[in-house]
């Protein structure tokens, strides 16, 4: 068989699963295309073991070992998309911009109000 | 390896069987890919990427990777997709079409996914695109195959990975626990 | 106590008298008065100690190198001649009267603590002018004569008049200083030094390359502080400050400095024959101009301040003939009668409530009330008026015989020209001071109308003062048989000749005048409401401040003035338009270039300062619309990054490759 199939296959999931992270607006469908990025590398590491012909088989050893990381990152990022969704009500990835700059001036007449009566 | 390929290989229009069958089953793979980080309805979305899963589960078949692609099909289709259709549920996505499944991030998403594409299939081509994969012979990743290396050269990591499995089972429960009312973290 | 110890404390005490009633002005007022009179009164005993043992023919020099300065040497030296002894004693003496009278006259002012310690200041730095040895030592004393004028000037800061007088006088002496200071720097560069013998052992040897250009250069800064034509301005509008002041800055410092200065330096003056002709032309134009502004004055001060000036075109006539003597003998002279003046003009404004003629003529008795300042103020007028045997008519004379010797030819070096100006606008000059003397005095003193309002009598502290000065006013052109010692050795008696025409053209001057007087002044006056201040019982000082805002009575048909001058009675009134001159060559220009240059700054340079900000600000908004917030789309900005480096590696490795 040609390495070029596999090869190839792998490079397009792998920019499918791309898209999907950029594109997809919730937490779990983002999850879910990581998922997809992870099965590319996956199949590029058989593909490149079986052509290969490692005596460790280091290529397939290591897919199992993505395969376990994947289920455990699986689990950490649902718990935590649980979390906020539970905390925000919602799981939307772009509706969680508190790392953005506010439109106003970052001294707005009721924070330094605040910072003032704190500081009282 | 390469130099001690055979060098008269066939070419790519006249495929081997188990190429036809990687062809084809690779496109499914690929298509149920697309739909799935295309499609609206969410659910959906988690059943096409079973499809895909289950379809690079084949591919390992057909590159001779049979303990691979057992535990493809065991853990991804089982377990990963599970998880996840219990993490849409949890999280009440919308049954049916939801018009929001893309943020409007998406043309730069095309765009870039396009451009990484374009750059990779061309580099992947250009420079495998001579390469032979042998088949014959014993499989290279039988169960039995992969337990010896597994026990024999990777058992180190192996345990680690296990450990660090342990770790994110315990964190995971933490994370997602209920809090008592009044107790905020 | 060495000659050369008591001659450093001169300008030193008063130095420390000015700088302790500064200090304790506010916390310990009981001291201010003590401290603004005694250490002036010390420096005056002292320096009449330091003339004693000098002796007049003797040079007491001394110097010391603080530290090196470079390729010229600054010393601290002491130069102490017959002139600067003298010189010395008079400001001395015309401080001390000056502290004394201030005592009564700004009893109630509440800045009297600064206003004292000012003074000293003042005198300090005269004394430095008077005795340094160095030039650049010299410079420091007349710089800080410079700012105590502007401080002391603008006393009565709250009127507009005080502070524009205060800044005109500090600023037109400085546009003199400026070239003094360029002068200097040649001087210095010519002769290797700034000491004051090596200077003057260079002229004597010819060792000076640039004697004119040195000369103008001085001359110009000396016009500036001596109040010479054209930068005389400043003296009349400095007429805003309090008149002890004036008798201050007048009599015995400010104006004597540059007098002084050229006196000292005459040789270098006298080395270029064009700087005496502009010396000379110089001093007549102020002569006969400012006698000509002083018969038509209002102000009973400005008359004084034109008088001054044109006394100092007297002494700067006789520095330009090229005898020194006679223009220090008429510096000394005219500070006792000048200072005298002042002082009772002082006192008059405060009796009459007002400063302008005008109402003073309106007024009657005002001699009954005030007999102290008036029969001073007589024996001044003549002094002023040169009338024998008055202190005035000895030292004009000597100015005038030294013109009158140049002029003839018989003083080698000093162009005969320059003699018959100044001698020519000195006689003239003679008759019209008679003139404007004779003028203030009728009609302050033979007033008629109203009885002037009786304030009760003058502090003793000022009177005193007054008799104090009128005794050299008198008395002291007598010392002209004695004092050629003290000066170069030339005789200060006069001749014949000048005597009878200088005091006849004096005589002829007051008595046309008097009898103008008798014509106009029997003419119906109109009654007219003249103003006066309204709180004639109040202290000296706060009076003058008051009449200082007092608008002036329109014209008066009665003015002898008026008459004498004819056509020319308004423009010499208005100082011969020469503030509007300036105004409209030196002021409008400035203050066009200064409104071009703010349109530069706000129009042109500020935009590229705030074009810069607002590119900062511009770009840091753009920055601020991709930190969104957004995880993806910072994925998506890192990832294209990514790739569009990756290909470019790819790209460059195959084009490498090809290559």
């Known amino acids: 068989m040609h390495l070029a199939y596999p090869a190839v296959l792998a490079a397009l999931l792998f920019c499918v699963g791309l898209y999907g992270v950029l594109a997809r607006r919730n937490a779990i469908l983002v999850l879910m295309s990581v998922e997809l990025m992870l099965n590319a590398v996956n199949l590029n590491l058989v593909a490149f073991d079986v052509w290969l012909r490692d005596a460790l088989h280091a290529g397939q050893a290591l897919t199992l070992f993505t ?10 990022g649902l718990a935590i998309v649980l979390m906020v969704y539970r905390n925000r009500g919602t799981a939307d990835v772009d509706r969680l911009r508190d790392t953005a700059e506010s439109p106003e001036t970052p001294e707005s007449p009721e924070s330094t109000a605040e910072k003032a009566e704190a500081a009282a | 390896m390469i130099l001690a390929a055979p060098p008269a290989h066939p070419g790519f229009l006249s495929p081997t069987g188990v190429e036809v069958a990687f062809l084809l089953v690779g496109l499914v793979t690929l298509g149920a890919a697309v739909v799935s980080v295309t499609t609206k309805q969410l659910v959906h979305a988690a059943l096409w990427l079973v499809v895909a899963l289950g379809g690079l589960a084949v591919e390992y078949l057909l590159l001779t990777a049979e303990f691979i692609a057992w535990v493809q099909v065991l853990i991804y289709v089982g377990s990963v997709v599970v998880l996840l259709l219990f993490g849409l549920m949890l999280t009440r996505a919308p049954i049916g079409r939801s018009p929001d499944a893309d943020s409007g991030n998406r043309p730069v998403a095309l765009a870039v996914a396009a451009a990484a594409a374009a750059a990779l299939v061309w580099v992947v081509w250009d420079a495998f695109r001579k390469s032979w994969i042998d088949l ?20 180190l990591p192996f345990e680690a990975l296990s450990v660090l499995l342990l770790a994110a089972l315990v964190g995971a429960i933490v994370l997602s626990r209920k809090k008592p009312e009044g107790e905020r973290d | 106590m060495t000659t050369t110890t008591l001659a450093a404390l001169v300008p030193v005490l008063p130095f420390l008298g000015a700088a302790a009633g500064l200090a304790l002005g506010r916390t310990a007022p009981g001291f201010v008065r003590p401290l ?68 009564g006259y700004l009893r109630e002012d509440p800045r009297y603590p600064s206003y004292a310690a000012l003074v000293s200041l003042f005198t300090a730095a005269m004394l430095l002018v008077v005795y340094s040895g160095d030039l650049m030592v010299l410079l420091v004393g007349w710089e800080i004569m410079g700012i105590c004028s502007y401080f002391l000037v603008g006393h009565y800061w709250e009127t507009p008049e005080a502070r524009s007088a205060s800044l005109k006088a500090f600023l037109v002496t400085k546009l003199g200083d400026v070239p003094f200071l360029f002068g200097l720097f040649a001087l210095a560069a010519d002769a290797g030094t700034f000491r004051i013998d090596g200077i003057l052992s260079t002229v004597a040897s010819g060792g000076l390359d640039h004697p004119t250009l040195v000369a103008l250069l001085l001359l110009a800064g000396v016009a500036g502080k001596s109040a010479q034509f054209p930068l005389h301005t400043w003296l009349p509008d400095a007429m805003a400050g309090p008149t002890p002041v004036s008798a201050l800055i007048h009599a015995a410092t400010m104006v004597a400095a540059g007098v002084y200065f050229v006196a000292r330096l005459l040789p270098v003056f006298a080395a270029s024959a064009a700087a005496l002709t502009v010396l000379a032309v110089m001093a007549a134009v102020t002569m006969v101009g400012s006698a000509l502004a002083a018969l038509a004055q209002d102000d009973i001060k400005r008359v004084l301040a034109y008088s001054t000036i044109g006394q100092l075109g007297y002494m700067a006539g006789a520095l330009a003939v090229g005898d020194r003597g006679a223009a220090v003998f008429h510096l000394l002279s005219h500070a006792a009668f000048k200072a005298l003046l002042f002082l009772a003009a002082g006192a008059v404004i405060h009796a009459a409530g007002t400063n302008s003629l005008t109402a003073m003529s309106r007024m009657g008795g005002l001699a009954k009330r005030i007999p102290d300042a008036y029969w001073t103020m007589t024996v001044a007028l003549l002094a002023l008026a040169a009338i024998p045997p ?6 004009k004379e000597a100015v005038l015989v030294a013109a009158e010797h140049t002029a003839l030819g018989d003083r080698p070096g000093v162009p005969a020209g320059a003699g018959w100006t100044v001698l020519v606008a000195g006689l003239l000059t003679a008759l019209l001071t008679a003139a404007y003397a004779l003028r203030l005095w009728l009609r302050t003193f033979r007033g008629r109308g109203a009885e002037a309002p009786h304030h009760g009598r003058q502090p003793i502290a000022m009177t005193s003062v007054l008799w104090v000065l009128a005794v050299p006013s008198l008395g002291f052109g007598l010392s002209a048989l004695v004092l050629d010692d003290w000066f170069d050795g030339e005789s200060l008696l006069p001749t014949l000749t000048t005597a009878v025409l200088g005091t006849g053209l004096a005589v002829a001057g007051g008595a046309v005048t008097y009898a103008v007087w008798r014509t106009v002044a029997a003419r119906a006056v109109p009654p007219m409401a003249t103003p006066h201040v309204a709180h004639p019982d109040a202290d000296a000082g ?28 308004g423009p010499a009134a208005d100082g ?11 002021v409008r220009p400035v203050v066009g270039a200064a409104s071009l240059v703010r349109f530069l700054d706000r129009e042109v340079v500020d935009t590229y300062v705030s074009g810069a900000a607002n590119t900062a600000k511009g770009l840091g908004w753009l920055v601020r619309r991709a930190q969104t917030g957004n995880v993806q789309t910072y994925l998506s900005a890192l990832l294209a990054g990514s790739v569009v480096l990756a290909i470019a590696a790819v790209a460059l490795a195959n084009a490498f490759a090809g290559a």
């Open chain 3, 36 to 103: 603004a009179v005694l250490p002036t009164l010390a420096a005056a005993v002292l320096a009449v100690l330091v003339a004693v043992r000098q002796g007049g023919n003797t040079v007491i020099e001394a110097a010391t190198e603080l530290t090196p300065t470079g390729s010229v040497p600054i010393t601290l030296g002491l130069h102490i001649d017959g002139f600067a002894a003298l010189v010395a004693v008079l400001v001395g003496v015309v401080a001390s009267c000056v502290q004394i009278y201030s005592t």
């Open chain 3, 390 to 395: 008055f202190a005035g008519f000895f030292s």
């Open chain 3, 576 to 586: 011969f338009h020469l503030d509007a001159l300036y105004r409209t060559v030196f």
């Open chain 2, 136 to 155: 014959e012979g014993p499989a290279q990743g039988s169960t039995g195959v992969t337990g010896e290396i597994l026990f024999r050269h990777w058992v």
């Open chain 1, 67 to 76: 395969i376990a990381i994947a289920a455990a990152e699986i689990g950490i």
């Open chain 3, 542 to 569: 706060l009076v003058e401040a008051e009449a200082l805002r007092l608008p002036h009575p329109a014209e008066d048909p009665a003015d002898p003035g008026r008459v004498l001058l004819g056509p020319l009675h």
